[in-house]
């Protein structure tokens, strides 16, 4: 099933912060499921988008699954219990709601089995893209015996205790849907409450820069130079408008050449070309997201937690804070301000103190926040200004 070597704690899709302690080396839960003879799901959330993961990879399989999950804060789709009673009428599983009403159903077991190879994985991930990509979350990978002979046991004394679980039916799922699609406006209320509350403790948490009186005076002087009024207004113009026209602003009907032209403007800084190919992919996602980062009728935070969070209904990979912030900058270069490599470097060497414990956006309007008030006491005439500032101070330190 999967070496005995271990490496390094890493996510089971791709990259990201949901990480498992003491996954083998080269190991791919996909084609351990394909191969294994028995698959035991215990989990407290079943979602689509994480079902979609590894569905493929179960109707590969010749295994017979035991999958369990629970209705608690219906959390639970509907479309992913559908797609189990849809195995079991094909005789590929077994599969149970938990519907005890004394405690909350809340555990992430994975149990798979071929002949006498086994493992687990167990830890804070439900069935979902988050559980296994996006969230912070942690699990670890087990294969002692010992533990295995445990986890085996309690799995078959919970799936098989009649008092708690049910065989799901097309009538039960059927009862379930629509309390589930009023949840789902309610949890959306929720979030909202939620990225309200994380704006107001960052706003407690102000980003600063400690050597602000040095800061200031330095790009008082650039301002001032030859270098400055050589490059702006005209460069940065141009520049703004050569990004405009490859996004086809404001309707971001790209093509894939404006895409390469995008890419290839360096100025606000450049992109990572290893990633143009894979964004590219998510076009219509990402056009989508940033003719909503433009519309000034939706509230600051919902438009950027949209492209910048993990969970943003329009997060693609790799379109982050570089990207974003260019998008921003050439809308409405009096207000946003770009944030790439050469502005990081430049604002810890003077002291820039980042929020922490913040979502991408957050920290993105901590940063904002700070930026019209340095670009008024240094005199620059807008936030493209600043980044011809930031971009030579970077230079100049490293020459």
Known sequence: MADVAQDNSR????????????????????????NASEIRLATAFAHWSGWELIENSIRKSGAKSRLLTGLDFCQTGPSVLKAWLELVREGRAAARLYLGDAATFHPKVLLISRGGRRFAIVGSANLSAGGFRNN?????????????????????STFTDEEVTRSRTRPDIKEYEPRFKKARKHLASVLKAQRQTQVKIAEQHHSELIRWKEAVSEAKRYFKSAHFRGWYP?????????????????????????????????DFGRL????????????LKIQEGFRQLVNEEIPTQERLASVLDQDGRHRATGVGLNIVSKVLAVHRPTQWPVYNRPIAETLAAF???VPRGMRPST?????????PRFRSSSGAPDMLALDCFFYWYSKIREA
């Not at 002979?149 to 078959?156: C, N, R, S, V």
Request: hydrophobic share 40%.
């Open 351 to 353: 002291g820039y103190n």
């Open 11 to 34: 996510c089971l899709f791709g990259s990201g912060p949901a990480i498992v302690i003491g996954l083998p080396t080269n190991f791919d839960l996909c084609s351990s499921i394909e």
């Open 363 to 371: 920290k993105y309007l901590a940063f904002c926040e700070m930026m």
């Open 136 to 156: 912070v979350e942690c699990s670890v990978f087990v294969n002692d015996k010992k533990l295995l002979d445990e986890l085996e046991g309690w799995f078959q």
């Open 234 to 266: 005209k460069e940065k113009m141009a520049a703004a408008k050569r990004i405009k026209a490859s996004l086809g602003y404001p309707t971001f009907k790209f093509s894939r050449e404006g895409w390469d032209d995008f890419y290839a403007e360096w």
């Open 272 to 283: 990572r070309q290893g990633w143009k190919a894979a964004a590219w992919k998510q076009h």
